[in-house]
């Protein structure tokens, strides 16, 4: 299944709030130059209708790189296993999180399996997974 794709006009909008700063500098630049004769007015819109039609041309190829991504969300760990890497902090996928632990919890043995039950800001709650299986 592929992944859901947001709606064109969406994208089209992202697409254009990234592209209106430089085209609003070579507009300036470009009726600069036309201002003090240094290109015809016609040259000038020219290259600014351009400058426009690049844009328009480029969206459908760089359209992907304008989808919104939820990958710079905060991944959430819970229910997730992990790997003891001391007694102070797992490795979760690519991530390393601080272990709380609760007064009196015995310290985690380097290379546990465990798994995430909770979340408390940037700190994991742990639970020991004693049988590998357990995926």
Known sequence: MSARRAPTSRVALRYLRFHLPGLAIA???LAALAYWDVLSRGLALALAALWVLKDVAL???LRAAYEPDDSA???RPLGELGV???ADWVRVGPELWRVRRAGGAPALAPGALVRVVAL???EVDVEVVADPQER
């Open 27 to 29: 507009a300036v630049v």
């Open 59 to 61: 969206f459908p190829v």
């Open 73 to 75: 969300a905060p991944r």
């Open 84 to 86: 003891a890497v001391d």
């Open 120 to 122: 408390h800001d940037l």
